[in-house]
């Protein structure tokens, strides 16, 4: 995907003219509305900023939650307070994405002014992608960057259907180096190429693990899943987390990687509590010694160390998804320990890519997100680009 970017665009193309751009404010907010976390505010500061010194007037446009209809819990005030502190100048907020006071207000920006609309999704006609939603969206604009990666793999009127309508049509800085480091990892990656996959369920991760047996030179597996490859393999999992009707699907993913030559390596040890709660009773179990009454929740100290061991030598790693409950303290552990080698690994010049969702929950946690390569700001466009999907959002701009 090779797109035209805002950085082949120069301020004599772009000065007084009006840029609709797509960004991804779905913040996290606490009860009171404010802003626990503004890291995709931030992410979206090097385009904006770009634009504001090109001489643009700028037009953000968000969604926010899923509201059905108009939600006076889910405006864009609270987005709009920070961005003006973190840009250093006012934002001015209108209370629609469409209609007149858009106009109205789009008409008085001067070059360089920031204009943000309200919560695109107060319309369904945004996630139906409707083409008139989509044409007046675009009306008020002379051309679109895209720069919200997490909603990339959705076709939706403010990602897919504007560029019907305005041009040029570029990615933003965001979606630019999100495409640069994904798809690099997965053409044209520095070798060993290791992938670490996690999270509860195989049948989520099926087409990114058999995109990455095709790539990679070790895979990495963790979390829930493991009990349905240890169960395929015949082996008893007590009470933990196991998708039957996968058995067979685990043994050919571990056949396939046979095939391939490529390590497919499981954990050997794993932390089984007598419930799924914070305060369970917990022991260090090896996995041929699961108690029938035993739900597994984390890695062991074993596991950490094999998967140490295996990501040492390598060059580039991919990590999608934790090794364990990491949201309760004494099973955050082999999560943490992981996030811990990564930035190590770094350090001595290794590509780590935290590919989304969970696992930059993790990073960001345990303190250590600066300290990777690159952390992914879409959770499911991450896993769809990894696993070789064309993203509506990021196909519909012009070509390079």
């Not at 604009?141 to 049509?169: M, Q």
């Not at 979606?175 to 190429?193: F, G, S, T, V, W």
């Not at 008893?236 to 390590?263: P, Q, T």
Request: with cysteine.
């Amino acid at each position: 995907m090779s797109k035209k970017s805002l950085a082949n665009l120069s301020a004599a193309d772009i000065s007084g003219k009006r840029a609709l751009v797509r960004v991804d404010f779905n913040v996290p907010v606490d009860d009171q509305g404010t802003i626990t976390d503004d890291t995709r505010i931030r992410a979206a500061l090097p385009t904006i900023q770009d634009l504001i010194q090109k001489g643009s007037k700028v037009i953000l446009v968000s969604h926010f939650g899923r509201p059905k209809g108009v939600d006076e819990k889910l405006r864009l005030n609270h987005v709009a307070k920070r961005l003006s502190e973190l840009l250093g100048q006012e934002v001015i907020k209108t209370d629609d994405s469409i209609g007149d006071e858009v106009t109205t207000k789009v008409a008085a920006l001067e070059n360089g002014q920031v204009l943000l609309l309200e919560n695109v999704r107060f319309h369904p006609e945004e996630e139906k992608n409707d083409p008139d939603f989509a044409k007046e969206l675009a009306s008020n604009a002379d051309f679109y960057v895209n720069d919200a990666f997490g909603t990339a793999h959705r076709a939706h009127a403010s990602t897919e259907g504007v560029t019907h309508y305005l041009s040029p049509s570029v990615a933003g800085y965001l979606i630019e180096k999100e495409l640069q480091y994904l798809q690099n990892a997965i053409e044209n990656p520095q070798r060993p190429l290791v992938a670490i996959i996690g999270g509860s369920k195989v049948s989520s991760k099926i087409g990114v693990i058999e995109t990455l047996l095709e790539k990679c030179d070790k895979l990495i597996i963790g979390g829930g899943m493991i009990f349905t490859f240890y169960k395929a393999r015949g082996l008893n999992v007590g009470k933990s987390l196991v998708e039957n009707d996968k058995l067979d699907l685990a043994k050919s993913l571990e056949a396939k990687a046979k095939e391939r030559g490529v390590d497919l390596l499981l954990p050997t040890d794993i932390v089984s509590a007598d419930k799924f709660a914070p305060d369970a009773n917990a022991t260090i179990v090896d996995i041929n010694h699961i108690p029938s009454d035993g739900l597994g929740l984390d890695i062991g100290p074993e596991s950490v160390k094999f998967f140490q061991a295996a990501l040492a030598d390598t060059k580039t790693v991919i990590w999608n998804g934790p090794m364990g409950v990491f949201e309760f303290e004494q099973f955050s552990k082999g999560t943490e320990a992981i996030a811990q080698t990564l930035a190590e690994i770094s350090k001595n010049g290794a590509i780590t890519i935290i590919g989304g969702g969970d696992s930059v929950a993790a990073v960001e946690k345990v303190g250590l997100a600066d300290q990777m390569s690159h952390i992914s700001t879409g959770g499911g466009a991450s896993l769809e680009l990894l696993e070789g999907k064309i993203l509506p959002g990021i196909a519909a701009l012009d070509e390079a």
